[in-house]
């Protein structure tokens, strides 16, 4: 019991199996993209980095961004002044900044 619970723990802060290092080069490549004019080139142009970077299937590489995502290791940001809503705004990724 105590090693099914040592690897729900270890899952619950890796699910993605990434090293840290192998994270900050995932954030890396998302960051490079620069801004987009979509927000679902955003995250198509984000999946396909994460694929060319890993060798990895697209389901992968989703559940690879959202984790990032949901950790906020990686958010989105929109141009000065814009709305990520609004159409024309452009969007880039961005590592946040933590306390």
Known sequence: MAGA??????WRYNPNGM????????????VNLGWLDTEQGLHSEGVRAIQALRQCS????????RDLRLRKI?????AP?????KP???LRWVRPAHP
Request: proline fraction near 3%; glycine fraction near 12%.
């Open 5 to 10: 619970a040592c690897c729900r723990f270890l």
């Open 58 to 65: 697209s389901d992968e590489a989703i559940g690879i961004l």
């Open 81 to 85: 002044g814009g709305d990520a809503q």
């Open 19 to 30: 090293t840290p290092d192998e994270e900050g080069q995932a954030c890396d490549v998302l």
């Open 88 to 90: 024309g705004t452009q």
């Open 74 to 78: 990686i958010a989105e940001e929109s």
